[in-house]
């Protein structure tokens, strides 16, 4: 969870924190912020995802 002492800005390496998404556990980068979403990048050996996820599922790494 976020709050205001601690932001998630882009740049930020963050981790999914919720237990029904198959995400749970991953770290990625925040590369921006729109609303209460983030969209987060995955890097994995040889590939590469870009999620749009809830702020309220991120907790910062």
Known sequence: M???KDPIL????VTVNNQES???G????V???SGDK???L???GNWDKLLTLPL???IKS
């Open 2 to 4: 976020t709050d205001s």
């Open 10 to 13: 882009p740049g930020t390496t």
């Open 22 to 24: 198959i995400y749970n």
């Open 26 to 29: 991953y770290e990625g980068f």
């Open 31 to 33: 590369q921006r912020i």
């Open 38 to 40: 983030a969209a987060v």
């Open 42 to 44: 995955f890097e994995g």
């Open 56 to 58: 309220k599922d991120l």
